[in-house]
């Protein structure tokens, strides 16, 4: 997988729309960083599988929620996994986004694509 980390600190919760810890008392934070190659940057990692499978793992079975921040469109539009049902608020985030941007002029993209469930394609050998 090549060298990186893991990991995992533990925080407070916090009630805000998109928070990764809304609606939580004591959530535990997991990040994990792997380093890709300077010479091919963006030829896939040797077993890229393992960490698509943590990611799939951590989001499906234990209801783990993305870091906005990061900005993954692969981790926010998983298909199996809908990330927009994990955020209890949602819904109502959307409804304040209709009475203060009905345009959608400040819409990013990877917000609308978890608005609207879509999906991305799985790599080869992803479960």
């Given at each position: ?6 990991w ?36 896939p ?9 943590l ?11 993305p ?27 959307l ?24 999906s991305?394609v ?6």
């Amino acid at each position: 997988m090549g060298p990186g980390y893991l990991w995992i600190r533990f925080g407070a919760g916090y009630d805000g729309y998109t928070a990764t810890n809304a609606g939580m008392k004591r959530p535990v934070f997991l990040q994990s960083t792997w380093l890709r190659s300077r010479a091919v940057p963006t030829y896939p990692m040797r077993y890229q599988f393992v960490v698509d499978l943590l990611e799939q793992l951590t989001l499906c079975k234990y209801k783990a929620r993305p870091h906005w921040g990061k900005n993954h469109e692969r981790t926010f539009t998983y298909p199996k996994c809908s990330v927009r049902a994990m955020y209890p608020k949602f819904n109502e985030l959307l409804k304040l986004q209709s009475a203060h941007d009905p345009a959608k002029m400040f819409e990013p993209r990877l917000f609308k694509k978890v608005a609207n469930n879509e999906s991305f394609v799985l790599s080869p050998r992803c479960t």
